[in-house]
């Protein structure tokens, strides 16, 4: 897919993965329905793109509100007469074990991760068959591969995300639109900063937590949003981002069930 005078869709545009997908995709002149919670963060994404010569709008947007994200394409449709790529990437992360985290938080990362997921694709599925070469790229996770303790809430909803788009590609196939898979390793983005916590943990425990997660998260989120949007334009059904990703992917096809007790010990 040649990417100028295309237009993306990108949530979650406000920072980390999805703002370095705007100035990757704007550097390829592909124009951008840029759309975010954060509307301050979103401006600041919109001023590093307003001078790459494509046409951008910028569009609050909560992916957990299903009204807000129905009226989203007829938003877009004003400033752009037609969507080519949708870049499902807004996500959140939620600290504990399966036993600390309530229900309720459990639902609220369900509500972005995965049904966000589920209703833009919706959304826009008809105006995306308008196009002549359209794409879904979903933004899972390395935790979408493997399913670490600790992360059950967010590893459910990054592997719902893998089979929702796997199954999808397939009934898409013969059409205009086809589905990318994306499963980005440690990007050093604010996503396990702003995880929201258990209530079952101490200031401490939470602060020791953070500095372990946060030294494997190491590609710059411009180096991810590179290895993404060349994979897009050569056609790619998957995309695994970083050599722990493909590390991780190989060794879960080897040791399907026992896999951790090698990850495991590595991490620690």
Not at 110 to 137: E, Y
Not at 160 to 173: K, M, Q
Request: proline share 4%; hydrophobic share 50%; aromatic share 6%.
């Amino acid at each position: 897919m040649k990417l100028a005078g295309r237009t993306a869709v990108v949530t979650g545009a406000g920072s980390g993965i999805g703002r370095a997908l705007a100035v990757s995709l704007a550097g390829r002149h592909c124009h951008l329905a840029l759309a975010d919670i954060d509307d301050a963060a979103l401006s600041q994404t919109g001023v590093l793109v307003e001078n790459r010569a494509v046409k951008v709008s910028l569009h609050h947007l909560d992916v957990a509100d299903p009204h807000a994200v129905a009226a989203l394409p007829k938003a877009v449709a004003q400033r752009h007469p037609q969507v080519d790529l949708l870049f499902n990437n807004a996500g959140v992360a939620l600290g504990g074990s399966f036993e600390e985290i309530s229900e309720a938080d459990f639902q609220w990362l369900f509500d972005i991760n995965f049904w966000g997921v589920v209703r833009m694709s919706r959304a826009f599925l008809p105006v995306l068959r308008q196009s002549d070469a359209a794409r879904i790229v979903n933004i899972s996770s390395l935790f979408g591969l493997i399913s670490p303790p600790g992360q059950a809430a967010y590893s459910a909803s990054k592997f719902a995300v893998r089979g929702f788009s796997n199954a999808l590609r397939y009934e898409l196939e013969g059409s205009t639109v086809a589905v990318t898979i994306v499963h980005p390793g440690g990007v050093a983005t604010s996503i396990a900063r702003n995880a929201r916590k258990s209530q079952d943990k101490s200031a401490q425990e939470m602060a020791q937590t953070l500095a372990r997660v946060e030294r494997l998260l190491r590609m710059p989120p411009h180096d991810a949003a590179e290895i993404i949007v060349k994979g897009v334009a050569k056609g790619k059904a998957r995309i695994l981002v970083g050599m722990d990703a493909k590390l991780a992917s190989l060794i879960e096809r080897l040791m399907p069930v026992s896999y951790w007790n090698l990850l495991g010990r590595g991490l620690r």
